[in-house]
Nanobody
Framework: QVQLVESGGESVEVGESLRLSCAAP????????MAWFRQTPGQEREGVAA??????????NYADSVKGRFTISQEPGENTVYLQMNKLRPEDTAKYYC???????????????????WGQGTQVTVSS
């Protein structure tokens, strides 16, 4: 498993943007299978965005609720994955978790079962 540290969550108003970061400070190999999930109290953890950095192609996958508004990315050579969130809505309010799969068996998955490392979460609150 890999230690993951999220940051960037805060309280914003409807329509604003946020960028979440997830770092793997102690992992010395490239993390090419990462994702963001979110969860609200009493609800199942929901896959929001997934990224697979393949040898020839990169794969991104998004939940329908965030397509066109959220972007997952990773800087080349960095073990940090980002979630750019634009046009935020009240229903985006949740605790956001970063996840990684090592080794990467199935890239681009939005199912929590595909990941074996999790961060502690960062809270995003969107008010109207």
């Amino acid at each position: 498993q890999v230690q993951l540290v999220e940051s960037g969550g805060e309280s914003v108003e409807v329509g604003e943007s946020l960028r979440l970061s997830c770092a793997a400070p102690e992992y010395h190999y490239a993390l090419n299978c990462m994702a963001w999930f979110r969860q609200t109290p009493g609800q199942e953890r929901e896959g929001v965005a997934a990224l697979y950095l393949g040898r020839n192609d990169d794969i991104t996958n998004y939940a329908d609720s965030v397509k066109g508004r959220f972007t997952i990315s990773q800087e080349p050579g960095e073990n940090t994955v980002y979630l750019q969130m634009n046009k935020l809505r009240p229903e985006d309010t949740a605790k956001y978790y970063c996840a990684a799969s090592t080794p990467c068996l199935r890239g681009g998955q939005l199912a929590s079962s595909a990941y074996n490392s999790w961060g502690q979460g960062t809270q995003v609150t969107v008010s109207s």
